[in-house]
């Protein structure tokens, strides 16, 4: 079993930044993919990010750019860096790893961005 605990969220004006972390625990094995989803009110979830525990990232195309993502693999922990903040960005952000063959998902954290 794993769990992801996130944390960062929070109100932000128009143009600012945030950071997301979150640190997965569990029976984790080292190879693993951890990233970042988002759903906004009234849509579906939606991948924003997401990097391999060796490396390798991908990123929406809405947020290229902008969010960097990385990860601590010896704390499990991976990390969410949201710069130059739009309004459409508002959505609760979900934290997910793939281990295992398994996916599991936190229980996610509010962005809002409004000035």
């Known amino acids: 079993q794993v769990q992801l605990a996130e944390s960062g969220g929070g109100l932000v004006q128009p143009g600012r930044s945030l950071r997301l972390s979150c640190a997965a625990s569990?029976?984790?094995?080292?190879?693993?993919?951890m990233g970042w989803y988002r759903q906004a009110p009234g849509k579906e979830r939606e991948l924003v990010a997401t990097?391999?525990?060796?490396?390798?990232?991908v990123y929406a195309d809405s947020v290229k750019g902008r969010f960097t993502i990385s990860r601590e693999n010896s704390k499990n922990t991976v990390y969410l860096q949201m710069n130059s903040l739009k309004p459409e960005d508002t959505a609760v952000y979900y934290c997910?790893?793939?281990?295992?063959?398994?996916?599991?998902w936190g229980q996610g954290t509010q962005v809002t961005v409004s000035s």
């Open positions: 997910y790893i793939r281990n295992l063959g398994r996916g599991y």
């Open positions: 569990g029976s984790i094995f080292s190879d693993n993919t």
């Open positions: 990097i391999t525990s060796g490396g390798p990232t």
